[in-house]
Each structure stands twice: as structure tokens, then as C-alpha cells.
């Protein structure tokens, strides 16, 4: 199973919007509404952002949106702000396993 | 609140086998599904497998077979991830999650590192 396809950077200025792509096939991406986000600051553990596609856990804040099309998801982060800055993956269920993104750094200029 | 604790960090010289616990609390730990995840340094996540937690039986994704072992021991609500036959390249940090949904991991340990070196 390959990894998920997620761009290695991304940037923004505090208050801009930013929109982090993940691409993978009709047999987890697109196959399934099982696609979770998760924020990564250095040396901590990962922290659940988004799960099945568009749900925000509890304590998660609004401005953490997430969709998908056809075979590529999305992770929307609007009124960028300095705790922001971190890595992001994705991950698909694929009917039998978990698939994670090669990951996305984040950068608040 | 839920809590998974891991062991902590080990050094290892290569052949060697390494163990790492994962103490849960806060949670029927019967109730939901762990998994395993390895970020080798300055690597991306990489999914490991799982452990079904009420009947023991473990899934290990395609390059952990064999050298990886998941285990459970119900009465102290701890997972393990045994490794033989170390080399360089498990040199990572291994993280445990709990499975709340449908591959989707709520709760994560602090991570171990595993360092493999002589």
C-alpha cells in the first residue's frame, strides 16, 4: 500500500486561510469516508484534527475544516495563527489497514 | 480521561530484541482496537498494524511481518510491540493509539524511542 500523496510544504501568514491536499486512490481516499488529519509539533505526539472526512473531534477549534473529492481529501486551516505551525497527516482506511500522507509541513510566516 | 503511557527510551545493539509497553487507563481497554505507528528520525508516520484487544489476534501491515510481534495482557490494560532482530533501520520513535472509530486514532502514548546501535 503506498503512502498518501501530501504536498511536503505549505505556507501562510497569520490570518490567511491554507489548504493542505491529499491524494490517493478509489481504494482509500475515494473508497472510503474514513479519511482523519492529524497535527504533529516537534518531538510530540500526533493529535487528532479532523476524522471521516468533515468531523471535528470535541475541543478541536472551528477553524480546522476538512472535505474530500473523488479520490483527494483536503485539510482547511482558516485564520492561520502562530500555533498552527506543525506537520499535518492524513490518513485513509483501505478496507484492511491505515494508510498515512508522507506529511505536510506548515509554516506561519 | 483516557491515558496511554509508554515504556521508555531504549538502546539497543543490533540483533538484539526490544519491548515496548503501552499502560492504558481511563477506558475499557477491551473496548477498542491499538494500533501501532513508527516515525523513523525526521520521517513521516508509518502505519504498523493492529491488535484486536478482545480477542488478541494481531493484523501487521506489509513490512512488519515477522521480526514484529503485538501482544496483549488484559489484566493490566497494556499493549506491547516486541521487535527482533534489530537493525539500524528500526532505529525510531514507536508510537501506540487507541482505535476509536474506524481508523481513526483519538489517543496517542508519548512515544518511545528505540535507538539501535552498537
Known amino acids: 500500500q503506498s503512502a498518501l500523496a501530501q504536498p511536503a510544504s505549505v505556507s501562510g501568514s497569520p490570518g490567511q486561510s491554507i489548504t493542505i491536499s491529499c491524494t490517493g486512490t478509489s481504494s482509500d481516499v475515494g473508497g472510503y469516508n474514513h479519511v482523519s488529519w492529524y497535527q504533529q509539533h516537534p518531538a510530540k505526539a500526533p493529535k487528532l484534527m479532523i476524522y471521516?472526512?468533515?468531523n471535528r473531534p470535541s475541543g478541536v477549534s472551528n477553524r480546522f475544516s476538512g472535505s474530500k473529492s473523488g479520490n483527494t481529501a483536503s485539510l482547511t486551516i482558516s485564520g492561520l495563527q502562530a500555533e498552527d505551525e506543525a506537520d499535518y497527516y492524513c490518513?485513509?482506511?483501505?478496507?484492511?489497514?491505515?494508510?498515512f500522507g508522507g506529511g505536510t509541513k506548515l509554516t506561519v510566516l | 480521561q483516557v491515558q496511554l503511557v509508554q515504556s521508555g527510551s531504549e538502546l539497543k545493539q543490533p540483533g538484539a530484541s526490544v519491548t515496548v509497553s503501552c499502560k492504558t487507563s481511563?477506558?475499557?481497554?477491551?473496548?477498542?482496537?491499538m494500533n501501532w505507528v513508527r516515525q523513523a528520525p525526521g520521517q513521516g508516520l508509518e502505519w504498523m498494524g493492529w491488535i484486536n484487544t478482545n480477542t488478541g489476534n494481531p493484523s501487521y501491515a506489509q513490512g512488519f511481518k515477522g521480526r514484529f510481534v503485538f501482544s496483549l495482557d488484559t489484566s493490566v490494560s497494556t499493549a506491547y510491540l516486541q521487535i527482533s532482530s534489530l537493525t539500524g533501520e528500526d532505529t525510531a520513535v514507536y508510537y501506540c493509539a487507541r482505535d476509536w472509530l474506524r481508523a481513526v486514532f483519538d489517543s496517542w502514548g508519548q512515544g518511545t524511542l528505540v535507538t539501535v546501535s552498537s
Open positions: 481511563g477506558y475499557t481497554f477491551t473496548n477498542y482496537a
Open positions: 490518513t485513509s482506511y483501505t478496507g484492511s489497514a491505515t494508510v
Open positions: 471521516d472526512v468533515t
